[in-house]
């Protein structure tokens, strides 16, 4: 397994205003993900992120509201931007540990209001 | 695209009995892998197994096992002698491969009863 860490682990903040949430690994990693899951739903894909390189984001997300950063092997920063109560979720960093098995950050629980 | 369907929003089973969550996915492709994740309320998804496409035998981990029909595209988990902790909202996942992104159902809430 890996060992993950993300802060904050919760925060409420206000329309319009943007937070920034870390994930920390344990080891170095070449890909790191960031996942969101709404109240009471599943996990979405929201990017991957490779360092060195821009993230790569799937559809229905994009940079300028979700700008990701990776400036080492162990850490990834996601803003989550112009923030509405819509963006009310958990968000989660993952990483892949083995062969194909991924494991997730304990999240960062946002509520905007 | 992949979809992955649990079609159980909640089940619940008393404590020491067994219980089995569904799992259907939909694929073209024969190289492919699936995992049942588990996160307990308010607590950090945990993997709970794992199951190559490619390998006939059912993995099991501990008191966990899946039936893994490719042909019926079913990916169920069986989950023996339940126990309190197991209380959780259980996620069927898919990953194609060459991929790296996991699809995932909508969860199962598993409540264990006293």
């Known amino acids: 397994s890996a060992v993950i860490s993300q802060k904050p682990s919760r925060d409420i903040c206000q329309r319009g205003t943007s937070l920034t949430i870390q994930c920390q690994v344990d080891?170095?990693?070449?890909?790191m993900f960031w996942y969101r899951q709404q109240p009471g739903q599943s996990l979405t894909l929201i990017a991957t992120?490779?360092?060195?390189?821009?993230?790569?984001?799937e559809s229905g997300f994009v940079i300028d509201k979700f700008p990701i950063s990776r400036p080492n092997l162990t850490f990834s920063t996601l803003t989550v931007s112009n923030m509405s109560p819509e963006d009310s979720s958990i968000y989660l960093c993952?990483?892949?540990?083995?062969?194909?098995?991924?494991?997730f950050g304990p999240g960062t629980r946002l509520t905007v209001t | 695209a992949q979809t992955v369907t649990q079609s159980q929003p909640e089940m619940s089973v008393q404590e020491a009995e067994t219980v089995t969550l569904s799992c259907t996915y939909d694929?073209?492709?024969?190289?492919?892998?699936l995992f049942w994740y588990k996160q307990p309320p308010s607590r950090q998804m945990i993997l709970v197994i794992r199951?190559?496409?490619?390998?006939?035998q059912n993995a099991t981990e501990n008191r966990f096992s899946v039936n893994f029909q490719k042909a019926a595209k079913s990916f169920s988990l069986k989950i023996s002698d339940s126990q309190l902790g197991d209380t959780a909202m259980y996620f069927c996942?898919?990953?194609?491969?060459?991929?790296?992104?996991?699809?995932f159902g909508k969860g199962t809430k598993l409540t264990v009863n006293p």
């Open positions: 993952s990483v892949i540990r083995g062969t194909y098995e991924q494991y």
């Open positions: 080891s170095q990693v070449t890909m």
């Open positions: 992120a490779n360092q060195g390189s821009e993230a790569t984001y």
């Open positions: 694929t073209s492709e024969n190289n492919y892998y």
């Open positions: 199951q190559e496409a490619y390998k006939q």
């Open positions: 996942a898919f990953k194609q491969g060459g991929s790296e992104k996991l699809v």
